[in-house]
């Protein structure tokens, strides 16, 4: 299947935002969106009038980016979402952050939501004891995350134990840092879930 695989700062930039797709790198000077506040390309500066469609496709672009889901899997994702009782934004926000990729990097495993993907695929995060290579595989409450037991002493694993102190967890996860292991709490509300994306666009594009 087809990845995106250019500078994740690239896509900021075309965003006109701040994606948080280089985990630390955005906290700091050397963030393009920080030198350069024009999207990329040779006509980036040129006025261009944004319509309502314009606006939607934007904020679905976004929130893929954001998550690292390509359109196939995004749209699924929706379709799922629409069968849900409740709102379809709400749930399409709840189904992407319940991602095993996305859990692991909000329990502190990876500076980013990419690296957190590559630690999921290369075997190294486990579900119920169990390793799960699936990034999208959707956790349940109860579930504990953890890492594989032969990982414990590789780098990423080192990294993790040294920065995860400074790492906030959202209420609805928890974590015991001795044991570098994770427990989901409950499904994350529509407050719990730290993100600027606009649902209500994402619903408008996906309804014409």
Same mark, same amino acid.
């Given at each position: 299947?087809?990845?995106?695989? /250019? ?6 930039? &075309? ?8 985990? !630390?790198?955005? @906290? ?8 350069? %506040?024009?999207?990329?390309g040779q006509h980036s500066s040129s006025r261009r009038k944004?319509?309502?469609? #314009?606006? $939607?496709?934007?904020?679905?672009? &976004?929130?893929?980016?954001? =998550? /690292?889901?390509?359109?196939?899997? @995004? &749209?699924?994702h929706f379709a799922e979402a629409e069968r849900l009782p409740? +709102? #379809? ?15 692991? =990097?909000?329990? /502190? @495993?990876?500076? *980013?939501?990419? $690296? ?5 695929? %290369?075997? %190294? ?25 032969? #990982? ?20 609805? +996860?928890? +974590?015991?840092?001795?044991?570098? *292991? ?7 509300? &529509? *407050? !719990?879930?730290? #993100?600027?994306? !606009?649902?209500?666009l994402i619903v408008a594009f996906y309804s014409r």
């Amino acid at each position: 299947m087809a990845r995106y695989t /250019g500078p994740a700062c690239r896509i900021c930039r &075309r965003q006109g935002d701040k994606l948080m797709l280089k985990g !630390d790198k955005c @906290f700091t000077p050397k963030c393009p969106v920080e030198k350069r %506040h024009t999207p990329p390309g040779q006509h980036s500066s040129s006025r261009r009038k944004v319509s309502e469609y #314009s606006l $939607q496709l934007r904020e679905k672009q &976004r929130a893929r980016s954001i =998550y /690292g889901v390509l359109e196939r899997q @995004f &749209r699924k994702h929706f379709a799922e979402a629409e069968r849900l009782p409740g +709102l #379809s934004g709400e749930n399409l926000l709840q189904i992407l952050e319940m991602r095993l990729d996305n859990v692991a =990097y909000r329990l /502190g @495993f990876a500076d *980013s939501r990419r $690296q957190a993907r590559q630690l999921v695929l %290369h075997g %190294h995060i486990c579900v119920n004891k169990r390793v799960t290579d699936i990034p999208s595989y959707q956790v349940k409450v109860g579930n504990v995350i953890s890492w594989k037991e032969g #990982s414990t002493k590789m780098a990423p694993y080192l990294v993790a134990v040294k920065n995860i102190e400074s790492k906030t967890i959202p209420s609805w +996860l928890s +974590l015991e840092r001795d044991t570098m *292991s994770g427990r989901v709490l409950a499904k994350p509300t &529509r *407050s !719990d879930i730290e #993100s600027t994306i !606009d649902e209500r666009l994402i619903v408008a594009f996906y309804s014409r």
